[in-house]
């Protein structure tokens, strides 16, 4: 296994993670409409983050999974013997199916949950103390 195929699996997970995390927020404040000066303010942008971090851990989970795998590979006898990352994917599919590339999403949003809403409420807080659009 060559360098290139393990970061070509952290790069398959990060990008959509963070496309996806960013335009769902974006989506949220722009549909919602919630006004800056509004009490309730940080409340909402920390449900609007939480719910973007969700979409974003469902659709990259499984880039994730393959990412892992193709780290590991040779270091366990998961019996996935896989030639770069195509190999990976059908062997993980030959394993479980489709649910398969979604084991251990529950701990994943544990996580993710309480970091996304977290991390937007302060960025939105600290864009608003700055004054920053």
């Known amino acids: 296994?060559?360098?290139?195929?393990?970061y070509m699996g952290s790069c398959l997970g990060l990008t959509p993670l963070l496309a996806v995390k960013l335009?769902?927020?974006?989506?949220?404040?722009?549909?919602f409409k919630i006004s800056k000066d509004?009490?309730?303010?940080d409340l909402w942008t920390a449900v609007f983050?939480?719910?973007?971090?969700?979409?974003?851990?469902?659709?990259?989970?499984?880039?994730d999974v393959v990412r892992r795998f193709m780290q590991v590979r040779g270091l366990d006898?998961?019996?996935i013997e896989s030639k770069g990352l195509a190999g990976?994917?059908?062997g993980?599919?030959?394993?479980?199916?489709?649910?398969?590339f979604y084991k251990g999403l529950s701990a994943a949003l544990l996580k993710e949950i309480p970091s996304s809403a977290i991390m937007f409420m302060l960025n939105e807080r600290m864009k608003k103390m700055l004054k920053v659009s």
């Open 1 to 6: 296994m060559c360098i290139r195929d393990r």
């Open 23 to 31: 335009s769902v927020f974006d989506w949220c404040i722009s549909t």
């Open 38 to 41: 509004d009490k309730s303010f």
């Open 49 to 63: 983050g939480a719910f973007a971090g969700v979409c974003s851990v469902a659709v990259a989970y499984p880039a």
């Open 77 to 79: 006898s998961s019996g």
């Open 88 to 90: 990976c994917v059908k």
């Open 92 to 100: 993980i599919y030959s394993m479980g199916g489709i649910l398969r």
